[in-house]
Structures are given as C-alpha cells and as structure tokens.
C-alpha cells in the first residue's frame, strides 16, 4: 500500500513532488474502522491505474462541549484534511458512516466550511464517488451516499457511481450499491470487509481515477 497518508502534507512538499503523479483525494470519517477500510480498498483501486495516487485524509470529530479540542495531528490514521488537499486533488472519494441516513456531523460541518472553495471553484469539473458503512442491511446506506452527493454538486463535481457490469452489485449479500460502495458493520460494528464489498471498493477507486485521468487531460 503506497498511498499518502503519512503527517506532513503535501501541500507543504517541494512542486516537483506531483509532477510525475496526478492525485485523488479520498476523504473519510470513520469512528470504528469500517469506513477507513473501505478508504484504504478505494485508495488501492485507485493506485491500480498507473500516473495515479490517492491521498487519504480524515476529519477531526465534532463536540458539544465548546472549549474541546482534537489534537493537530491524530495519534493514527491519516492526517487531517486541508483546504490545499481539495485544490491540489485532480478527484474525490468521499467516505462517511450512516448517522439515520446522512452523513455524519464531523464530516458535516467540515462541508459547511467549505464556503471559499465553493466561491474559488477549486472542485468543480472534478469528478467524485461516495462511500458509507451502516450497522444493518437497510440502515440507511443509500440515502446517506445521496445526501452525500449534494455538496459535491453544488460544487461542481461530476458524480461517478458502480455501473451494474460489476458482477457482484447483482450477487452481494452485505454492502455494494449503484450509488458507491457500501459495507454492512453489524450490531458490533465489524470493520471486515466481505470479498464482494472489497472487490466494489477497488473497483470505485479504479473508476474514478480513470475518469479523472481523462478529464484532467490538456
């Protein structure tokens, strides 16, 4: 596994690190890993077309208690979004758990602050997929990876979905749906992907790296 997930952005490197790489950003949150080992199967996909790199990111989590914090950088994982990480990007992968059917608050109000990337346009043109993780077979994963397609539209984005030549969007009995990839945790929340959740995963990130090698041709 060769994606970019290590503390020190991007955004901070010398130029000359992205001239040979084109990178899409797969962006998540995830509290009991479900979600982040969906991230990583998308990143693999991704990096399966050559030129291509994906950059995991995550946001921190969101509290009611005003004076609480999350540190810079988390203890594990990847590191923290930036605004540099929507404009370097040349695509996005967009993960979150279900929370009754929409996407979860931490990667709610990251979106909500997005006001200037909106006005700038940095993503629009670029294209983008959605992944989600629920407890229950119809815990409400598909109106989750709908609602969250709405910010990436009103940025612009081109939404990229599984076509139904997949075999296993025919044959899954856990996640997989046209709307983007999807794993079903359980009452305990098992982060272990089933074989047809994990070859959908790959297949997303694939997809959506070979868009975004076509669209970001000069």
Known sequence: MKYSI????????????NLLMQEILVLYYSHHGSVRALAERVALGIESVPGMQARLRTVPRVSTVCEASEPAIPASGAPYV????LDQCVGLALGSPVRFGNMAAPM???????IAAWQNGTLAGKPA?????????HGGNESTLLSMMLPLLHHG?????????EPELSTTEKGGTPYGA??????????LLSEAEIRLSVAQGKRLAIL???LSRP
Do not use: R
């Open 108 to 114: 709610k109000y990251f979106w909500d602050g997005t």
């Open 157 to 165: 984005m081109l939404i990229s979905g599984l076509p139904f030549g």
């Open 6 to 17: 290590q503390q020190q952005h991007e955004c901070s490197l010398p130029p000359a690190y």
């Open 212 to 214: 975004a090698q076509k």
């Open 129 to 137: 997929c959605v992944f989600t993780s629920s407890a229950s077979q």
């Open 182 to 191: 999807s794993h079903v945790a359980g009452a305990n929340g098992n982060p």
């Open 82 to 85: 930036e605004a540099c990480d």
